[in-house]
Protein backbone atom coordinates (compact mmCIF):
# COMPACT_ATOMS: atom_id res chain seq x y z
CA UNK A 1 0.00 0.00 0.00
CA UNK A 2 1.61 3.31 -0.77
CA UNK A 3 2.02 5.69 2.20
CA UNK A 4 0.31 8.85 2.54
CA UNK A 5 3.22 10.82 2.17
CA UNK A 6 4.00 9.76 -1.15
CA UNK A 7 0.47 10.76 -2.24
CA UNK A 8 0.51 14.18 -0.80
CA UNK A 9 4.43 14.35 -2.56
CA UNK A 10 2.86 13.57 -5.74
CA UNK A 11 0.00 16.18 -5.37
CA UNK A 12 2.46 18.79 -3.94
CA UNK A 13 4.54 18.18 -7.56
CA UNK A 14 1.16 18.62 -9.77
CA UNK A 15 -0.29 21.38 -7.36
CA UNK A 16 2.93 23.81 -8.20
CA UNK A 17 2.56 22.64 -11.69
CA UNK A 18 -1.45 23.85 -11.52
CA UNK A 19 -0.42 26.84 -9.28
CA UNK A 20 2.19 28.12 -11.66
CA UNK A 21 -0.29 27.96 -14.67
CA UNK A 22 -3.37 29.71 -12.72
CA UNK A 23 -5.51 26.87 -13.12
CA UNK A 24 -6.12 27.01 -9.10
CA UNK A 25 -7.74 30.50 -9.32
CA UNK A 26 -10.42 29.57 -9.60
CA UNK A 27 -11.16 27.61 -6.78
CA UNK A 28 -10.35 30.38 -4.21
CA UNK A 29 -13.73 31.95 -5.50
CA UNK A 30 -15.79 29.15 -6.10
CA UNK A 31 -18.58 28.88 -3.18
CA UNK A 32 -19.54 25.67 -3.51
CA UNK A 33 -15.42 24.23 -3.07
CA UNK A 34 -14.94 22.77 0.31
CA UNK A 35 -13.33 25.55 2.86
CA UNK A 36 -10.08 23.21 3.37
CA UNK A 37 -9.74 23.37 -0.38
CA UNK A 38 -10.02 26.26 -0.92
CA UNK A 39 -7.35 27.71 1.75
CA UNK A 40 -4.85 24.98 -0.17
CA UNK A 41 -5.29 26.67 -3.45
CA UNK A 42 -4.79 30.31 -2.19
CA UNK A 43 -1.46 27.98 -0.18
CA UNK A 44 -0.47 27.11 -2.95
CA UNK A 45 -0.55 30.46 -5.10
CA UNK A 46 1.32 31.93 -2.83
CA UNK A 47 3.81 29.44 -2.43
CA UNK A 48 4.53 29.79 -6.31
CA UNK A 49 4.35 33.55 -6.09
CA UNK A 50 1.44 33.65 -8.58
CA UNK A 51 -0.56 36.40 -9.05
CA UNK A 52 -4.65 35.69 -9.44
CA UNK A 53 -4.69 38.23 -12.37
CA UNK A 54 -4.15 36.38 -15.90
CA UNK A 55 -5.83 33.69 -17.92
CA UNK A 56 -5.33 30.38 -16.72
CA UNK A 57 -3.83 27.34 -18.73
CA UNK A 58 -5.85 24.46 -17.60
CA UNK A 59 -4.96 22.36 -20.64
CA UNK A 60 -0.90 23.03 -20.57
CA UNK A 61 -1.09 22.41 -16.93
CA UNK A 62 -2.46 19.33 -17.27
CA UNK A 63 -0.08 18.32 -20.08
CA UNK A 64 2.75 19.28 -18.62
CA UNK A 65 1.57 16.76 -15.27
CA UNK A 66 1.96 13.60 -17.94
CA UNK A 67 -0.15 10.80 -19.42
CA UNK A 68 -2.30 10.41 -16.72
CA UNK A 69 -3.66 14.19 -16.20
CA UNK A 70 -4.06 14.38 -20.44
CA UNK A 71 -6.81 11.88 -19.68
CA UNK A 72 -7.98 12.64 -16.60
CA UNK A 73 -8.38 16.75 -17.93
CA UNK A 74 -9.83 15.04 -21.18
CA UNK A 75 -12.59 13.98 -19.18
CA UNK A 76 -12.78 16.36 -17.15
CA UNK A 77 -13.80 18.58 -20.45
CA UNK A 78 -17.19 17.16 -20.62
CA UNK A 79 -18.09 18.38 -16.75
CA UNK A 80 -18.80 21.90 -16.50
CA UNK A 81 -20.80 21.09 -13.82
CA UNK A 82 -17.58 20.09 -12.12
CA UNK A 83 -15.20 22.41 -13.31
CA UNK A 84 -16.85 25.54 -14.38
CA UNK A 85 -17.53 26.29 -18.12
CA UNK A 86 -14.30 28.02 -18.52
CA UNK A 87 -12.17 25.50 -17.35
CA UNK A 88 -14.52 23.06 -19.61
CA UNK A 89 -13.62 25.21 -22.97
CA UNK A 90 -10.19 25.04 -22.22
CA UNK A 91 -9.82 21.38 -21.48
CA UNK A 92 -11.28 20.77 -25.11
CA UNK A 93 -8.68 22.02 -26.06
CA UNK A 94 -6.46 19.52 -24.91
CA UNK A 95 -4.99 17.21 -27.15
CA UNK A 96 -3.33 13.71 -26.29
CA UNK A 97 -0.29 13.71 -28.10
CA UNK A 98 3.17 13.20 -26.90
CA UNK A 99 6.88 12.74 -28.20
CA UNK A 100 6.98 9.67 -30.20
CA UNK A 101 9.44 6.75 -28.46
CA UNK A 102 11.85 5.84 -30.25
CA UNK A 103 11.42 2.66 -32.52
CA UNK A 104 13.92 0.46 -31.13
CA UNK A 105 12.00 0.13 -27.98
CA UNK A 106 8.60 -0.12 -30.37
CA UNK A 107 10.50 -2.96 -32.03
CA UNK A 108 11.46 -4.59 -28.70
CA UNK A 109 7.82 -4.21 -27.17
CA UNK A 110 6.91 -6.06 -30.14
CA UNK A 111 9.51 -8.81 -30.66
CA UNK A 112 8.65 -9.21 -26.73
CA UNK A 113 5.10 -9.67 -26.75
CA UNK A 114 5.00 -11.79 -29.66
CA UNK A 115 8.12 -14.11 -28.27
CA UNK A 116 9.42 -13.87 -31.91
CA UNK A 117 11.69 -11.21 -34.56
CA UNK A 118 9.24 -8.25 -36.12
CA UNK A 119 10.47 -9.91 -39.37
CA UNK A 120 8.22 -12.94 -39.14
CA UNK A 121 5.25 -10.44 -38.64
CA UNK A 122 5.61 -7.57 -41.01
CA UNK A 123 7.82 -7.14 -44.04
CA UNK A 124 7.91 -3.54 -43.82
CA UNK A 125 7.25 -0.90 -40.30
CA UNK A 126 7.62 2.77 -40.85
CA UNK A 127 9.95 3.86 -38.14
CA UNK A 128 8.04 7.56 -38.07
CA UNK A 129 5.28 7.25 -36.09
CA UNK A 130 1.76 8.57 -37.80
CA UNK A 131 0.46 8.91 -34.18
CA UNK A 132 2.14 9.17 -30.48
CA UNK A 133 -0.48 9.58 -27.87
CA UNK A 134 0.05 9.04 -23.68
CA UNK A 135 -0.65 5.62 -23.84
CA UNK A 136 0.30 4.56 -27.43
CA UNK A 137 1.74 5.46 -30.34
CA UNK A 138 0.66 4.00 -34.21
CA UNK A 139 2.95 3.30 -37.19
CA UNK A 140 1.99 2.10 -40.61
CA UNK A 141 3.24 -1.51 -41.68
CA UNK A 142 2.62 -3.90 -44.33
CA UNK A 143 2.06 -7.60 -43.03
CA UNK A 144 4.00 -10.27 -44.39
CA UNK A 145 1.35 -11.40 -46.74
CA UNK A 146 1.45 -7.66 -48.43
CA UNK A 147 -1.86 -6.11 -46.62
CA UNK A 148 -1.15 -2.29 -45.23
CA UNK A 149 -1.87 -2.36 -41.59
CA UNK A 150 -1.93 0.52 -39.01
CA UNK A 151 0.44 -1.04 -35.86
CA UNK A 152 -0.43 0.17 -32.53
CA UNK A 153 1.80 -0.59 -29.84
CA UNK A 154 1.37 0.30 -25.91
CA UNK A 155 4.64 2.73 -24.57
CA UNK A 156 7.06 1.26 -22.18
CA UNK A 157 5.65 1.40 -18.62
CA UNK A 158 2.84 2.79 -19.37
CA UNK A 159 0.76 0.76 -17.15
CA UNK A 160 2.79 0.98 -14.14
CA UNK A 161 2.59 4.94 -14.61
CA UNK A 162 -0.66 5.20 -14.97
CA UNK A 163 -1.37 2.52 -12.02
CA UNK A 164 0.55 4.98 -9.71
CA UNK A 165 -1.02 8.22 -10.65
CA UNK A 166 -4.32 6.22 -9.94
CA UNK A 167 -3.85 5.34 -6.62
CA UNK A 168 -2.97 8.81 -5.90
CA UNK A 169 -6.34 10.28 -7.66
CA UNK A 170 -8.48 7.66 -5.62
CA UNK A 171 -6.82 8.46 -2.59
CA UNK A 172 -7.07 12.55 -2.87
CA UNK A 173 -10.74 11.50 -4.00
CA UNK A 174 -11.47 9.41 -0.70
CA UNK A 175 -10.43 12.46 1.41
CA UNK A 176 -12.50 15.34 -1.03
CA UNK A 177 -15.27 13.17 -0.65
CA UNK A 178 -15.06 12.77 3.19
CA UNK A 179 -15.27 16.64 3.37
CA UNK A 180 -19.08 16.58 3.12
CA UNK A 181 -21.46 19.08 1.26
CA UNK A 182 -21.15 19.46 -2.41
CA UNK A 183 -18.00 17.37 -2.40
CA UNK A 184 -20.20 14.57 -1.41
CA UNK A 185 -22.94 15.04 -3.97
CA UNK A 186 -20.65 14.97 -6.98
CA UNK A 187 -19.23 11.76 -5.79
CA UNK A 188 -15.34 12.00 -7.04
CA UNK A 189 -14.48 8.76 -5.47
CA UNK A 190 -17.42 6.57 -8.43
CA UNK A 191 -15.78 9.55 -10.60
CA UNK A 192 -12.24 8.12 -10.14
CA UNK A 193 -13.30 4.34 -10.28
CA UNK A 194 -15.20 4.85 -13.60
CA UNK A 195 -12.30 6.99 -15.10
CA UNK A 196 -10.00 3.62 -13.90
CA UNK A 197 -12.07 1.56 -15.61
CA UNK A 198 -11.67 3.43 -19.08
CA UNK A 199 -8.26 3.94 -19.02
CA UNK A 200 -7.83 -0.12 -17.80
CA UNK A 201 -9.56 -0.52 -21.00
CA UNK A 202 -6.89 1.36 -23.15
CA UNK A 203 -4.16 -0.20 -21.60
CA UNK A 204 -5.22 -3.70 -22.83
CA UNK A 205 -5.27 -3.67 -26.40
CA UNK A 206 -6.77 -6.79 -26.86
CA UNK A 207 -9.73 -5.31 -25.36
CA UNK A 208 -9.42 -2.02 -27.88
CA UNK A 209 -9.92 -4.94 -30.40
CA UNK A 210 -12.39 -6.78 -29.08
CA UNK A 211 -14.43 -3.66 -28.89
CA UNK A 212 -13.60 -2.45 -32.58
CA UNK A 213 -14.62 -6.24 -33.36
CA UNK A 214 -18.38 -5.77 -31.24
CA UNK A 215 -18.61 -2.28 -32.90
CA UNK A 216 -18.61 -3.74 -36.55
CA UNK A 217 -20.92 -6.54 -35.78
CA UNK A 218 -23.79 -3.85 -34.12
CA UNK A 219 -23.04 -1.61 -37.16
CA UNK A 220 -23.07 -4.21 -40.03
CA UNK A 221 -26.50 -2.97 -40.89
CA UNK A 222 -25.79 0.76 -40.99
CA UNK A 223 -25.19 1.77 -44.81
CA UNK A 224 -21.75 4.58 -44.91
CA UNK A 225 -20.80 3.86 -41.61
CA UNK A 226 -17.53 0.83 -41.29
CA UNK A 227 -15.15 -0.39 -38.81
CA UNK A 228 -11.74 -1.11 -39.80
CA UNK A 229 -11.24 -5.00 -40.04
CA UNK A 230 -8.89 -6.65 -36.81
CA UNK A 231 -5.81 -8.70 -37.79
CA UNK A 232 -6.37 -10.82 -34.59
CA UNK A 233 -2.86 -13.34 -35.34
CA UNK A 234 -0.97 -9.91 -34.73
CA UNK A 235 -2.47 -8.20 -32.03
CA UNK A 236 -1.97 -9.03 -27.99
CA UNK A 237 -2.20 -7.06 -24.68
CA UNK A 238 0.68 -4.89 -26.06
CA UNK A 239 -0.06 -4.76 -29.60
CA UNK A 240 -3.27 -4.09 -32.11
CA UNK A 241 -3.01 -4.62 -35.94
CA UNK A 242 -6.01 -3.09 -38.04
CA UNK A 243 -6.53 -2.67 -41.69
CA UNK A 244 -5.32 0.75 -43.00
CA UNK A 245 -7.61 3.64 -43.57
CA UNK A 246 -6.57 5.73 -46.68
CA UNK A 247 -9.81 7.87 -46.21
CA UNK A 248 -9.48 11.78 -45.53
CA UNK A 249 -9.58 13.06 -42.14
CA UNK A 250 -13.82 14.37 -41.49
CA UNK A 251 -11.58 17.76 -40.37
CA UNK A 252 -10.46 18.49 -44.09
CA UNK A 253 -13.55 20.34 -45.18
CA UNK A 254 -11.43 21.46 -48.63
CA UNK A 255 -10.22 17.93 -49.79
CA UNK A 256 -13.53 16.73 -48.93
CA UNK A 257 -15.49 19.46 -51.11
CA UNK A 258 -12.28 18.98 -53.81
CA UNK A 259 -13.64 15.00 -53.82
CA UNK A 260 -17.14 15.94 -54.22
CA UNK A 261 -18.44 14.84 -51.26
CA UNK A 262 -21.27 16.28 -50.15
CA UNK A 263 -21.05 17.87 -46.23
CA UNK A 264 -24.38 18.10 -45.32
CA UNK A 265 -25.36 14.58 -46.17
CA UNK A 266 -22.10 13.30 -44.26
CA UNK A 267 -23.01 15.23 -40.90
CA UNK A 268 -26.52 13.71 -40.63
CA UNK A 269 -25.03 10.67 -41.28
CA UNK A 270 -22.82 10.80 -38.40
CA UNK A 271 -25.50 11.79 -36.03
CA UNK A 272 -27.60 9.00 -37.16
CA UNK A 273 -24.60 6.93 -36.32
CA UNK A 274 -24.28 7.81 -33.01
CA UNK A 275 -27.90 7.67 -32.18
CA UNK A 276 -27.63 3.55 -33.60
CA UNK A 277 -24.70 3.30 -31.45
CA UNK A 278 -26.15 4.28 -28.40
CA UNK A 279 -29.90 4.01 -28.46
CA UNK A 280 -30.57 1.01 -30.49
CA UNK A 281 -26.68 -0.78 -29.76
CA UNK A 282 -26.32 0.29 -26.19
CA UNK A 283 -22.35 0.38 -27.02
CA UNK A 284 -20.80 3.47 -28.92
CA UNK A 285 -17.48 4.90 -29.96
CA UNK A 286 -16.83 7.14 -27.20
CA UNK A 287 -13.98 8.86 -28.76
CA UNK A 288 -15.22 9.91 -31.87
CA UNK A 289 -13.17 13.12 -32.41
CA UNK A 290 -11.99 14.57 -35.58
CA UNK A 291 -8.72 12.45 -35.79
CA UNK A 292 -10.40 9.55 -35.83
CA UNK A 293 -12.83 9.26 -38.40
CA UNK A 294 -12.27 9.29 -41.76
CA UNK A 295 -14.08 9.47 -45.35
CA UNK A 296 -13.49 7.07 -48.27
CA UNK A 297 -14.28 8.10 -51.67
CA UNK A 298 -17.71 6.77 -51.48
CA UNK A 299 -18.50 8.81 -48.32
CA UNK A 300 -18.03 6.02 -45.93
CA UNK A 301 -17.87 7.06 -42.60
CA UNK A 302 -14.66 5.08 -40.91
CA UNK A 303 -13.56 5.02 -37.27
CA UNK A 304 -10.71 4.63 -35.64
CA UNK A 305 -9.12 4.45 -31.88
CA UNK A 306 -11.85 2.44 -30.01
CA UNK A 307 -9.75 2.41 -26.88
CA UNK A 308 -12.51 4.41 -25.09
CA UNK A 309 -16.31 2.93 -25.58
CA UNK A 310 -19.59 3.55 -24.01
CA UNK A 311 -21.98 1.21 -22.76
CA UNK A 312 -25.88 1.73 -21.59
CA UNK A 313 -27.92 -0.94 -20.61
CA UNK A 314 -31.82 -1.19 -22.49
CA UNK A 315 -34.00 0.10 -19.66
CA UNK A 316 -31.21 3.32 -19.57
CA UNK A 317 -31.35 3.83 -23.32
CA UNK A 318 -35.31 4.10 -23.30
CA UNK A 319 -35.17 6.62 -20.78
CA UNK A 320 -32.56 8.49 -22.88
CA UNK A 321 -34.50 8.35 -26.10
CA UNK A 322 -37.78 9.23 -24.08
CA UNK A 323 -35.79 12.50 -22.65
CA UNK A 324 -34.30 13.67 -26.02
CA UNK A 325 -37.48 12.89 -27.73
CA UNK A 326 -39.27 14.93 -24.88
CA UNK A 327 -36.78 17.68 -24.91
CA UNK A 328 -37.23 18.34 -28.74
CA UNK A 329 -41.09 18.12 -28.62
CA UNK A 330 -41.85 20.44 -25.61
CA UNK A 331 -42.98 17.76 -23.10
CA UNK A 332 -41.04 18.84 -20.03
CA UNK A 333 -43.77 17.06 -18.16
CA UNK A 334 -42.88 13.60 -19.42
CA UNK A 335 -38.98 14.12 -19.02
CA UNK A 336 -39.60 15.06 -15.33
CA UNK A 337 -41.32 12.36 -14.79
CA UNK A 338 -38.65 9.78 -16.67
CA UNK A 339 -36.12 11.62 -14.34
CA UNK A 340 -37.96 10.47 -11.18
CA UNK A 341 -38.65 6.99 -12.34
CA UNK A 342 -34.78 6.64 -13.29
CA UNK A 343 -34.42 8.03 -9.46
CA UNK A 344 -31.95 10.54 -11.13
CA UNK A 345 -33.73 13.05 -8.66
CA UNK A 346 -34.78 12.40 -5.18
CA UNK A 347 -38.72 11.81 -5.09
CA UNK A 348 -38.94 14.54 -2.37
CA UNK A 349 -38.60 17.03 -4.60
CA UNK A 350 -41.91 17.67 -6.95
CA UNK A 351 -42.15 16.71 -10.48
CA UNK A 352 -43.56 19.83 -11.71
CA UNK A 353 -41.19 22.05 -10.56
CA UNK A 354 -38.45 20.00 -12.13
CA UNK A 355 -40.50 19.76 -15.59
CA UNK A 356 -40.16 23.68 -14.96
CA UNK A 357 -36.77 23.69 -14.47
CA UNK A 358 -36.57 22.20 -17.68
CA UNK A 359 -38.89 23.98 -19.56
CA UNK A 360 -36.34 27.23 -19.04
CA UNK A 361 -33.39 24.95 -20.57
CA UNK A 362 -35.20 23.72 -23.48
CA UNK A 363 -37.53 26.19 -24.51
CA UNK A 364 -34.75 28.72 -25.92
CA UNK A 365 -33.32 25.91 -28.03
CA UNK A 366 -36.17 24.74 -29.88
CA UNK A 367 -36.27 25.31 -33.91
CA UNK A 368 -32.72 26.89 -33.97
CA UNK A 369 -29.57 25.79 -35.66
CA UNK A 370 -27.00 24.58 -33.82
CA UNK A 371 -24.75 27.51 -34.46
CA UNK A 372 -26.87 29.85 -32.38
CA UNK A 373 -27.76 27.17 -29.34
CA UNK A 374 -26.27 23.68 -29.17
CA UNK A 375 -26.68 20.48 -27.30
CA UNK A 376 -23.79 21.52 -25.38
CA UNK A 377 -25.26 24.37 -23.99
CA UNK A 378 -28.41 22.58 -23.76
CA UNK A 379 -26.22 20.35 -20.95
CA UNK A 380 -24.79 22.87 -19.69
CA UNK A 381 -28.45 24.08 -18.39
CA UNK A 382 -29.35 20.85 -17.39
CA UNK A 383 -25.96 21.10 -15.11
CA UNK A 384 -27.03 24.34 -13.69
CA UNK A 385 -30.33 22.47 -12.46
CA UNK A 386 -29.00 19.50 -10.87
CA UNK A 387 -27.72 21.15 -7.48
CA UNK A 388 -30.83 22.65 -7.26
CA UNK A 389 -32.76 19.25 -7.20
CA UNK A 390 -29.92 17.14 -5.24
CA UNK A 391 -29.30 15.84 -8.51
CA UNK A 392 -26.11 12.61 -8.31
CA UNK A 393 -23.44 12.62 -10.31
CA UNK A 394 -24.43 9.73 -13.26
CA UNK A 395 -20.80 8.50 -14.38
CA UNK A 396 -22.43 5.85 -16.72
CA UNK A 397 -23.92 8.92 -18.65
CA UNK A 398 -20.34 10.77 -18.34
CA UNK A 399 -19.09 8.96 -22.06
CA UNK A 400 -22.15 9.58 -23.68
CA UNK A 401 -22.14 13.45 -23.21
CA UNK A 402 -18.71 13.78 -23.73
CA UNK A 403 -20.00 11.82 -27.15
CA UNK A 404 -22.79 14.10 -27.75
CA UNK A 405 -20.42 17.15 -27.58
CA UNK A 406 -18.09 15.79 -29.89
CA UNK A 407 -20.29 14.32 -32.27
CA UNK A 408 -22.22 17.93 -32.32
CA UNK A 409 -18.73 20.01 -32.77
CA UNK A 410 -18.01 17.93 -36.14
CA UNK A 411 -21.44 18.21 -37.70
CA UNK A 412 -21.63 21.66 -37.16
CA UNK A 413 -18.30 22.39 -38.94
CA UNK A 414 -19.70 20.18 -41.88
CA UNK A 415 -23.62 21.73 -41.67
CA UNK A 416 -23.53 25.40 -39.93
CA UNK A 417 -27.15 25.37 -39.97
CA UNK A 418 -27.84 21.78 -38.71
CA UNK A 419 -30.06 21.13 -36.12
CA UNK A 420 -29.33 18.58 -34.32
CA UNK A 421 -32.99 18.41 -32.64
CA UNK A 422 -34.26 17.94 -36.33
CA UNK A 423 -31.61 15.57 -37.25
CA UNK A 424 -32.29 13.54 -34.39
CA UNK A 425 -36.06 13.23 -33.90
CA UNK A 426 -37.14 11.31 -36.79
CA UNK A 427 -34.53 8.27 -35.62
CA UNK A 428 -35.58 8.49 -32.08
CA UNK A 429 -39.41 9.01 -32.99
CA UNK A 430 -39.34 5.67 -35.19
CA UNK A 431 -37.02 3.63 -32.46
CA UNK A 432 -39.10 4.45 -29.32
CA UNK A 433 -42.46 3.21 -31.55
CA UNK A 434 -40.64 0.09 -32.63
CA UNK A 435 -38.83 -0.13 -28.70
CA UNK A 436 -42.03 0.94 -26.57
CA UNK A 437 -44.66 0.55 -28.35
CA UNK A 438 -47.73 -1.98 -27.88
CA UNK A 439 -46.56 -5.10 -29.59
CA UNK A 440 -43.13 -4.10 -27.84
CA UNK A 441 -43.97 -3.89 -24.60
CA UNK A 442 -46.51 -6.96 -24.80
CA UNK A 443 -43.43 -8.81 -25.73
CA UNK A 444 -41.08 -7.62 -23.60
CA UNK A 445 -43.88 -8.36 -20.65
CA UNK A 446 -44.54 -12.03 -22.10
CA UNK A 447 -40.42 -12.60 -21.90
CA UNK A 448 -40.01 -11.05 -18.44
CA UNK A 449 -43.28 -13.04 -16.82
CA UNK A 450 -42.07 -16.05 -18.17
CA UNK A 451 -38.47 -15.50 -16.49
CA UNK A 452 -39.74 -14.55 -13.61
CA UNK A 453 -42.10 -17.93 -13.15
CA UNK A 454 -39.00 -20.11 -13.78
CA UNK A 455 -37.04 -18.28 -11.01
CA UNK A 456 -40.01 -19.09 -8.46
CA UNK A 457 -40.34 -19.60 -5.41
CA UNK A 458 -36.86 -18.68 -4.11
CA UNK A 459 -36.55 -15.32 -6.53
CA UNK A 460 -39.69 -14.01 -4.81
CA UNK A 461 -38.86 -14.84 -1.54
CA UNK A 462 -35.16 -12.68 -2.17
CA UNK A 463 -36.84 -9.75 -4.51
CA UNK A 464 -37.62 -6.85 -1.87
CA UNK A 465 -34.56 -7.73 0.17
CA UNK A 466 -31.95 -8.42 -1.86
CA UNK A 467 -32.50 -7.02 -5.15
CA UNK A 468 -34.85 -3.57 -4.46
CA UNK A 469 -35.64 -1.68 -7.18
CA UNK A 470 -33.18 0.19 -9.32
CA UNK A 471 -32.88 3.60 -10.92
CA UNK A 472 -31.85 4.54 -14.45
CA UNK A 473 -27.83 3.89 -12.78
CA UNK A 474 -25.62 0.75 -12.76
CA UNK A 475 -25.12 -0.10 -9.62
CA UNK A 476 -21.98 1.38 -8.53
CA UNK A 477 -18.89 -0.68 -8.41
CA UNK A 478 -16.42 -1.28 -5.31
CA UNK A 479 -14.39 1.52 -4.42
CA UNK A 480 -10.78 0.76 -2.74
CA UNK A 481 -10.77 1.31 0.78
CA UNK A 482 -8.96 4.41 1.35
CA UNK A 483 -7.55 4.89 4.79
CA UNK A 484 -8.23 8.72 5.90
CA UNK A 485 -5.57 11.19 7.47
CA UNK A 486 -8.43 12.41 9.69
CA UNK A 487 -8.84 8.77 10.70
CA UNK A 488 -7.85 7.88 14.81
CA UNK A 489 -4.99 5.84 13.31
CA UNK A 490 -3.38 8.29 11.35
CA UNK A 491 -4.38 11.14 13.72
CA UNK A 492 -2.28 9.74 16.42
CA UNK A 493 0.57 8.24 14.47
CA UNK A 494 3.94 9.65 14.75
CA UNK A 495 4.01 10.54 10.56
CA UNK A 496 0.86 12.75 10.46
CA UNK A 497 2.93 16.02 10.93
CA UNK A 498 5.47 14.85 8.15
CA UNK A 499 2.48 14.15 6.07
CA UNK A 500 1.18 17.45 6.29
CA UNK A 501 4.25 19.48 5.94
CA UNK A 502 5.27 17.31 2.26
CA UNK A 503 1.61 18.67 1.48
CA UNK A 504 1.87 22.23 1.91
CA UNK A 505 5.10 23.29 -0.63
CA UNK A 506 2.96 21.57 -3.60
CA UNK A 507 -0.66 23.03 -2.82
CA UNK A 508 -2.73 20.11 -1.63
CA UNK A 509 -5.34 21.85 -3.46
CA UNK A 510 -4.89 18.97 -6.22
CA UNK A 511 -7.07 16.90 -3.73
CA UNK A 512 -9.79 18.90 -5.46
CA UNK A 513 -8.35 19.69 -8.85
CA UNK A 514 -7.22 16.97 -10.06
CA UNK A 515 -10.57 14.49 -8.87
CA UNK A 516 -13.73 16.42 -8.99
CA UNK A 517 -11.87 19.60 -11.16
CA UNK A 518 -13.39 22.57 -8.85
CA UNK A 519 -12.36 25.24 -10.97
CA UNK A 520 -14.62 27.77 -11.27
Same mark, same amino acid.
Given at each position: ?????????????????????????????????????????????????????????????????????????????????????????????????????????????????????????????????????????????????????????????????????????????????????????????????????????????????????????????????????????????????????????????????????????????????????????????????????????????????????????????????????????????????????????????????????????????????????????????????????????????????????????????????????????????????????????????????????????????? +???????? #? $? /?????? *????? =? @???????????? +???????? #? $? /?????? *????? =? @??
Amino acid at each position: MTAPVVHLTRLARWGITLARRRALVGIEDDPNAPTPVKRLAKLARWATLTGKSGKPDYAGAFRAIGPAAIKLGQSLATRPDLVGEEAANNLLSLQDSLPPVRFGDIKAVIETSFGQPIENLFSEIDPDPVGAASIAQVHKGVTTDGREVAIKVLRPGIKEKFARDIQTYEWAAAHVEAMGGEATRLRPRLTIANFKRWTNSELDLRREAASASELAEEMSGVGGYRIPEIDWDRTNGKVMTIEWIDGVKISRLDELEARGHDLHKIAEKLVISFLTQAISAGFFHADMHQGNLFIEDDGTIVAIDFGIMGRIDRRARQWLAEILYGLTTGNYQRVAEIHFEAQYVPSYHSVGEFATALRAVGEPMRGKPVKELSVGQMLDGLFAITRDFDMQTQPHLLLLQKTMVMVEGIATQLNPDINMWDTAAPYVRSWIRDELGPESALADRIKEDTETLLRLPGLVRR +LEEKFPPK #G $G /APEAPP *LPEIR =L @LTDRKERTGPGV +LGYFIAGL #G $G /AGAMLA *LMITG =L @LG
